[in-house]
């Protein structure tokens, strides 16, 4: 939407936004729920580190399927049609994963809702972006990153209430049930909210232009913006497709001097970077990091549920910020305060002793490691957790906008699954040091690529997007 037009209807703009964005909210509690459910995981299916590594990470290899293929049929059955479709997969595997008795039946499940995961990932931050004006289209697509890191958060209170109403995480709940399987059945509320959600927003007017459907994107652009805007809006949207106006395809995306173009290229450092610096162990494992520093599971609990309440404080302020300073500026102060930030953990983990097995951190180097992991957090979440999203969702010219968010969540999520499985056996290898010392690594060669290939795209309109 152009930043001259002062008739954008923005009332309906946030809330279709909201809407959206409890895929977000479904997304990370999706991936946090799992967090307090290890130790019951391990215990009800007698499973070692490695095939608890997979369980876990399980998840992740639908996601990938999920953000690929979402990304490819989102291009022929519209963006919220597959949102509906992940809403219920969500609910499925909810259920699912907390009725489980197997490995094999609880990865199902668990693969399940990777691709709602996957979906939603991709999906949501590209739908806000197809119906927000310009000049807001970053803070009301990192509203995104609040959404996830609430589900996050939330995920984290509800196990800890669960675990500590129950006296452990493998003990009953309630109804003969043990205390993990409730932690994943609490979903079941906002996957049922998500679905019926969805029934009330209308489809992307952009998707609805580049499949021929005028007079329906036309009709949704001036809910948008108003009747007078309308039709200027569907000619600048329809001239920004190819030449032929042949549908959007997968086939768009191929270069022939680079095999596929160059944005898409950088669409997928950024998904990949995103991960290398190993976030999702923060997430998915902070309870097993802290108890392997010598916390107890209630205090190990406790601590991911004061992390993530920093990382929504952090979103908010990138959600404040992206549309004054910029997405690269973000990016490239992020990378280097988690760089920094990495590199102390590191350091406490590789320099603290070892008591029965277990790391002994002392009354100051125990302090010095949780806030360093709070100021990396922080740092990740002013800067690549949301701005990632952002630009994935905005950076692709309209043609390829599907297509090209389809590899780079492809490559999100194979990055995060290649982070998730490895960290248990990087645990009992290299240990902590290690584990975060590689960490470390890939936050400071982002500082680089966000420097070289990295462009600014505040304030451009997506008909503008070049690539």
């Known amino acids: 939407m152009s930043q001259k037009d002062d008739s954008t209807n923005m009332g309906f703009v946030i809330l279709i936004s909201i809407v959206a964005t409890i895929g977000g909210f479904l997304f990370g509690f999706d991936s946090g729920v799992i967090n307090g459910t290890v130790d019951g995981l391990s215990l009800a299916f007698g499973s070692n580190a490695a095939g608890t590594g997979f369980a876990v990470a399980s998840m992740l290899l639908g996601c990938a399927a999920g953000a690929f293929f979402a990304g490819t049929l989102a291009d022929k059955a519209g963006r919220r049609s597959i949102l509906i479709v992940s809403a219920v997969f969500f609910a499925v595997s909810a259920w699912g994963s ?8 609880f990865i199902f499940y668990r693969l399940l809702g990777g691709l709602a995961v996957g979906a939603a990932s991709v999906l949501a931050p590209a739908y806000i972006s197809e119906v927000a004006p ?11 990153q609040i959404a996830i890191i609430s589900g996050l958060f939330l995920a984290a209170l509800s196990n800890y209430s669960i675990a500590k109403a129950a006296g452990g995480s493998t003990l009953e709940f309630a109804w003969g049930f043990d205390a993990w399987r409730w932690m994943f059945w609490i979903e079941l509320i906002p996957a049922i909210t998500f679905f019926f959600a969805l029934l009330l927003i209308p489809e992307s007017p952009r998707f609805l232009v580049a499949t021929g459907k005028k007079e329906k994107s036309i009709a949704v652009l001036t809910r948008l913006m108003g009747a007078a805007n309308a039709n200027a809006k569907y000619e600048e949207i329809n001239s920004s497709l190819a030449g032929d106006h042949h549908k959007p395809s997968l086939k768009d995306i191929v270069d022939k001097k680079h095999g596929i173009r160059p944005i898409v290229w950088i669409g997928i450092g950024l998904a990949v970077f995103q991960q290398f610096v ?37 979103c908010v302020a990138a959600t404040m910020l992206v549309d004054k300073v910029g997405r690269k500026p973000l990016l490239f102060i992020g990378s280097i ?50 701005i990632m999203w952002v630009m994935l969702g905005e950076m692709f010219p309209n043609q390829i906008r599907g297509s090209g968010l389809a590899i780079a969540g492809l490559a999100q999520w194979g990055a995060n699954f290649l982070v998730t499985l490895t960290f248990p056996m990087l645990l009992s290898g290299i240990g902590l040091g290690g584990a975060y010392g590689l960490y470390t690594a890939g936050a400071v060669i982002s500082v680089f690529f966000v420097h070289k290939f990295v462009k600014e795209t505040k304030g451009i309109e997506l008909e503008d997007m070049q690539g």
């Open 98 to 105: 907390g009725i489980a008795h197997g490995t094999g039946e």
């Open 134 to 144: 310009a000049k807001y289209r970053g803070t009301l697509s990192s509203i995104q």
């Open 278 to 314: 190993g976030i999702n162990v923060v997430f998915y494992y902070s309870a097993v990091v802290w108890q392997a520093a010598g916390f107890s599971e209630g205090q190990a609990l406790l601590t991911t549920v004061i992390t993530n309440a920093f990382s929504i404080g952090a």
């Open 337 to 386: 305060g988690m760089a920094i930030s990495l590199a102390v953990i590191a350091y406490v983990f590789v320099t603290a002793g070892v008591v029965d097995g277990k790391l002994a951190l002392t009354s100051s180097t125990g302090p010095i490691a949780l806030v360093s992991l709070i100021i990396y957090v922080v740092f990740f979440n002013i800067s690549w957790g949301p």
